[in-house]
T-cell receptor, first 116, second 117 residues
Framework: DSGVTQTPKHLITATGQRVTLRCSPR?????VYWYQQSLDQGLQFLIQ???????AKGNILERFSAQQFPDLHSELNLSSLELGDSALYFC???????????????FGPGTRLTVL | AQTVTQSQPEMSVQEAETVTLSCTYD???????LFWYKQPPSRQMILVIR????KQQNATENRFSVNFQKAAKSFSLKISDSQLGDAAMYFC?????WGGGSEKLVFGKGTKLTVNP
């Protein structure tokens, strides 16, 4: 158990709908990362938050957005869903401080999204 | 752009034997971090081992060790005394750091390891 929790584990929805994926980082971790794992694209970085602020952005679609709340949990919002958005969405966290070198990213169990 | 290549889509090993998974990467940085993650059928991403480029010594974690060749940009994972529980997808990852706390991992496409009893 990495200490990172994600809910829900599975999500089945229809095209055009909107869903919210939730992530709670490990206790004390300030950075949260979101990744998408699909069969054709592999593991792709979506976005990073550090202590409530967006820090890095990958190839995240405009239909997707995220935020990190004061209690450090994060949510990934996916809207106008398409069939191609079906994937496993991972959240990871690390205890990164500004002046220090990187800490390891620990991954949650993922949310499997199926768009029908 | 930094890329990570795992040239072996699939590998197999007999239980109790040793197997080496390959990974190469492309970077112009001199200091960086590399990781191996394991993804068993449960789909959980589990850290196996990490290597800091400025450290000459190869990282080791129990039965897992790496052969880090900085000049060749190679980062292979050796699994000794393979066990059935080692069967999984293994991903090599490179950390990209932009400064100011901004970073991400870039992953290879993975190697599926089968362990035969």
């Amino acid at each position: 158990d990495s200490g990172v929790t994600q809910t829900p584990k599975h999500l089945i929805t229809a095209t055009g709908q909107r869903v919210t994926l939730r992530c709670s980082p490990r206790s004390g971790d300030l950075s949260v990362y979101w990744y998408q794992q699909s069969l054709d694209q592999g593991l792709q970085f979506l976005i990073q938050y550090y202590n409530g602020e967006e820090r890095a952005k990958g190839n995240i679609l405009e239909r997707f957005s995220a935020q990190q709340f004061p209690d450090l949990h994060s949510e990934l919002n996916l809207s106008s869903l398409e069939l191609g958005d079906s994937a496993l969405y991972f959240c990871a966290s690390s205890a990164r401080l500004e002046e220090q070198s990187t800490d390891t990213q620990y991954f949650g169990p993922g949310t499997r999204l199926t768009v029908l | 752009a930094q890329t990570v290549t795992q040239s072996q889509p699939e590998m197999s090993v007999q239980e109790a034997e040793t197997v080496t998974l390959s990974c190469t990467y492309d970077t112009s940085e001199s200091d960086y971090y590399l990781f191996w993650y394991k993804q068993p059928p449960s789909r959980q991403m589990i850290l196996v081992i990490r290597q800091e480029a400025y450290k000459q010594q190869n990282a080791t974690e129990n039965r897992f060790s790496v052969n880090f060749q900085k000049a060749a940009k190679s980062f292979s994972l050796k699994i000794s005394d393979s066990q059935l529980g080692d069967a999984a997808m293994y991903f090599c990852a490179y950390r990209i750091y932009w400064g100011g706390g901004s970073e991400k991992l870039v992953f290879g496409k993975g190697t599926k390891l089968t362990v035969n009893p």
